[in-house]
């Protein structure tokens, strides 16, 4: 399955900036898609950004688009999350999720809050 370790997580104002990290060790990181998640209290798990394993292509939730980006580095088994413009509904835990056919491996989450 693979461990997944996120971190980068804390508290910001709005308008701030924070970048996630998730570090992957136990499977062959280079061949996974990875993707980010996020979940608001008392609201389901919902798509964030995705990136393919090559890196060669990046998705988006509507919500983000523009102040979200998404990036990894096969080297360091790790995947980022850089967050711009951040917004108090922005407020979520933020997963690391890993998949490559059958796997499909997360993360513990760490906790993204926007408030002034």
């Known amino acids: 399955q693979g461990q997944l370790v996120e971190s980068g997580g804390g508290l910001v104002q709005p308008g701030g900036s924070l970048r996630l990290a998730c570090e992957v060790s136990?499977?062959?990181?280079?061949?996974?898609?990875m993707g980010w998640y996020r979940q608001a209290p008392g609201k389901e798990r919902e798509f964030v950004a995705a990136?393919?394993?090559?890196?060669?292509?990046?998705y988006y939730a509507d919500s983000v688009k523009g102040r979200f980006t998404i990036s990894r580095d096969n080297a360091k088994n790790t995947v980022y999350l850089q967050m711009n413009s951040l917004k108090p509904e922005d407020t979520a835990v933020y997963y690391c999720?890993?998949?490559?056919?059958?796997?499909?491996?997360w993360g513990q989450g760490t906790q993204v809050t926007v408030s002034s």
């Open positions: 136990g499977i062959v990181f280079s061949i996974h898609d």
């Open positions: 999720n890993a998949q490559y056919r059958s796997n499909d491996a």
């Open positions: 990136i393919s394993w090559s890196g060669g292509s990046t």
